[in-house]
């Protein structure tokens, strides 16, 4: 057999150990992909002492918000735009380490239906997942970038970052935001609704204008009474501004008054084609954006707006830093969310330290890397019972509930649809509807959950019994072993029969389940 070509290093600190380029290439090396409504933007970088050294960047116009059609589908022309750019991209990203690369979605990715074949046939051709994030996660991920791209800066900003479909708004304090908030408006999609060919342009410019107002109206209020000293764009429309005031000799600060002097360029010349200093990809979408500029302005009043050159993408990769460097903000949203609902601690522990167990005995060899199924169970443990604050009735229903409905900073909208559903399951009849809404490994970890709340129903410190699992068949349906001291259940008869209705019960979900006396 032929043994593959490898480059040799030479020796020595500059790499660290690796030997073959191929090795340090996937090892140090970190990569977003966001996949945005008008641009997908794909950055590779290294760590550099806490600040990121940029490799390589791509951008590509694809403007997915442009395919969003009726029924949640995208049309066939921008699904084959956007899935060519993929293969590209996909050439670039195949040497980064899997754990080392985050691809997300935004707003045109939240708005597809869940029947459409889109982000299946993305991920196929990316051989990796596509997180799909809400718009506060996406408002703090942006933060995130431009708050390191500013350093340790004391003053309290307000961020604007006008995207495709969406406008993340941000006003935070060094690395840390105070308000997030994401609106139903972005360059692409104010175009769309105003700036058809054809249209009276003053009066499109007044229309979109006042429509984001209309949007901005409901946060006003709450943002000026926080309170900022600077403001700072972020992305496209941004930066597009910046260009066309320095070809039109108005400096690089953006005004209302600038803003104007641009509106009247585009009317007097009917259109931003040539528009000085416009990057041709962006003169399809430009008025949408500087109309939800101009509309920031009558109603924040700030004096002017800095630019930065980092965004979503470099928050991204400092939120892949933090989670490789076990500092996660996950962790730190499930244990907010446990004081906010006063969870039992020492339940869920006792609950957690079981799951896992029988996690390592019946999952080890499951898959490659196991550690994302780990984690997503230990969340949904210590998450178990926050439905009791709301009622001990049903509570594993209004746990879920929550789960599915409210802001989890640094989840995905796919992890906390699983965290959801986890919970869900963790305790009662199950329906065979859950086959349908997980993948089949979150409804054996569902089992691992209902298992383990089984065995410390009684809310006990004392010792838990010795169990051992094992799983007999990893299929469809799965065949999962449980082995239990008998003595202990002589002493807890209850235990006992609850594990005996789990037979039927996880029948129900295409799991075998077997109890047997050890």
């Known amino acids: 057999m032929t043994r593959p070509i490898v480059t040799l290093l030479p020796l020595g600190p500059r790499y660290n150990g690796y030997r073959t380029i191929e090795e340090l290439t996937s090892s140090t090396q970190l990569a977003a992909l966001d996949l945005g409504s008008n641009s997908f933007h794909l950055l590779i970088a290294q760590e550099n002492q806490g600040r990121i050294h940029v490799i390589d960047k791509y951008k590509e116009m694809v403007r997915l918000g442009e395919g969003l059609i009726a029924g949640g589908q995208l049309s066939k022309e921008v699904t084959d735009r956007a899935l060519k750019c993929l293969g590209r991209m996909a050439q670039r990203i195949r040497p980064i380490a899997r754990e080392n690369l985050r691809i997300v979605g935004t707003n045109t990715l939240r708005q597809i239906s869940s029947h459409s074949t889109f982000v299946f046939q993305a991920e196929e051709i990316l051989g990796h997942p596509i997180e799909i994030i809400s718009g506060r996660e996406e408002a703090r991920l942006i933060y995130l970038g431009v708050s390191h791209d500013l350093g340790d800066n004391a003053n309290r900003q307000l ?4 995207g495709g479909g969406s406008t993340e708004l941000i006003v935070g304090e060094q690395f840390s935001p105070i308000m997030l908030e994401s609106l139903h408006m972005g360059c692409v999609s104010m175009t769309r609704k105003h700036f058809s060919s054809g249209s009276d342009l003053a009066l499109a410019f007044e229309q979109a204008i006042n429509d984001a107002l209309i949007e901005l109206e409901p946060v006003a209020n709450s943002y000026l009474k926080a309170g900022w000293q600077q403001v700072i764009g972020a992305s496209g429309t941004i930066n597009s501004v910046i260009s066309v005031q320095m070809a039109m000799g108005l400096g690089t600060q953006i005004s209302f008054e600038t803003l104007h002097s641009i509106q009247q360029q585009i009317l007097r010349h009917n259109g931003t084609h040539g528009l000085p ?4 990809e962006r ?14 302005f009558k109603t924040f009043l700030p004096q002017s707006i800095e630019a930065s050159q980092s965004a979503l993408r470099e928050g991204v990769i400092h939120d892949l830093i933090g989670r490789k460097r076990d500092f996660d903000i996950r962790d730190q949203t499930v ?24 996690f390592a005995q019946t999952f080890n060899d499951w898959q490659p890397n196991p550690e ?11 998450l178990h019972e926050i439905g009791m604050d709301v009622s001990h009735n049903a509570y594993h229903k209004h746990g879920s509930y929550l789960l599915s409905h409210m802001d989890m900073p ?3 909208r796919t992890e906390q649809a699983h965290l959801a559903s986890l919970v869900g399951m963790h305790r009662r009849k199950l329906h065979p509807a859950v086959l349908e809404r997980n993948p089949y490994w979150v409804v054996k970890l569902g089992v691992l959950l209902r298992l383990a709340a089984v065995v410390h129903r009684h809310r006990s410190r004392a010792t838990a019994p010795v169990l051992t699992a094992r799983m007999l068949d990893h299929g469809k349906p799965a065949t999962i072993e449980l082995v239990i001291d008998e003595a202990y259940l002589v002493e807890h008869p209850l235990t006992k029969l609850d594990l005996e209705n789990e037979v039927s019960l996880l029948a129900a979900i295409d799991i075998r389940f077997s109890l047997r006396l050890g």
């Not at 200093?277 to 041709?280: F, K, Y």
């Not at 003169?283 to 920031?296: N, P, R, S």
């Not at 244990?335 to 029988?358: G, H, M, P, Y």
Request: aromatic fraction near 6%; include cysteine; proline fraction near 3%.
């Open 283 to 296: 003169v399809a979408v430009f008025a949408g954006g500087l109309a939800i500029l101009i509309a920031i």
């Open 410 to 412: 640094g989840f995905s």
């Open 277 to 280: 200093g416009l990057p041709d």
């Open 372 to 382: 994302p199924q780990r984690r997503l169970l230990a969340w949904a443990t210590d």
């Open 335 to 358: 244990s907010n969310l446990c004081e906010r609902f006063s969870v039992d601690k020492q339940q869920a522990s006792r609950v957690k330290n079981t799951a896992l167990a029988l």
């Open 159 to 162: 961020v604007i970052d006008i």
